[in-house]
Nanobody
């Protein structure tokens, strides 16, 4: 019974920042890669960022490179997504996910998912 609880979404102005958190319980956090995905209304859920088990490797979608930063604190069993320079096109429901692997960038590779947190960026 692995549980992921993501939080931190809200309304923010274009150019602003937001920090999402994902608290994980029920498994050995440090053995799981973590990822963030997002889904806008009427669109497919898309990959945003991923981080390896130890935090040594990260990977980002081209659309967020240079603006978003994924991190993790294994002592707190928590992953984060720092979002800076937000744009209206970043508006979506954001989901964190955990995978029993080193680093995963595709949706089928993730076994566990958070409930989602809504991010709205005003123009």
């Amino acid at each position: 019974q692995v549980q992921l609880v993501d939080s931190g979404g809200g309304l923010v102005q274009a150019g602003g920042s937001l920090r999402l958190s994902c608290a994980v319980s029920g498994h050995t956090f440090s053995t799981y890669a973590m990822g963030w995905f997002r889904q806008a209304p009427g669109k497919e859920r898309e990959f945003v960022a991923a981080i390896s088990q130890s935090g040594g490797s990260t990977y980002y979608a081209d659309s967020v490179k240079g603006r978003f930063t994924i991190s993790r604190d294994n002592a707190r069993n928590t992953a984060y997504l720092q979002m800076d320079s937000l744009k209206p096109e970043d508006t979506a429901d954001y989901y964190c996910a955990a995978a029993r692997a080193y680093l995963v960038t595709t949706r089928p590779g993730y076994a566990y998912w958070g409930q989602g947190t809504q991010v709205t960026v005003s123009s």
